[in-house]
């Protein structure tokens, strides 16, 4: 049974976007401009600020690692490789969030 099917590597890669939303350099700013994103309905509390300007960043890195995976996808590259490129584009987006 092999243990890198494109399914566990998709648990892998929102694993690590989850990571990066916390110690991103970029959450931050994110959270300063809380006016901006955040609705008018919720209280801008320092644990909805911190939570909404997380799921920001997560999902933005998500979308930034999977650009190089499309990219090797619409090249020819089978679904697997596209999903280690993913996984090795989230990592190295962690890293550089934990430099």
Known sequence: MNAMTPQNLFVVVVGLCLMNGLVSPVL????ALHPVWLPEMLPPTNEIVFYGASLMVSTGTLLLAGLPAALLERLGAG????????AAGAGLLLLLGLA
């Not at 931050?28 to 959270?31: A, E, K, R, S």
């Not at 679904?79 to 993913?86: E, G, R, S, V, Y």
Request: hydrophobic share 75%; glycine share 0%; no cysteine.
């Open 79 to 86: 679904l697997t490789q596209a999903m280690l490129a993913w």
């Open 28 to 31: 931050p700013v994110m959270m």
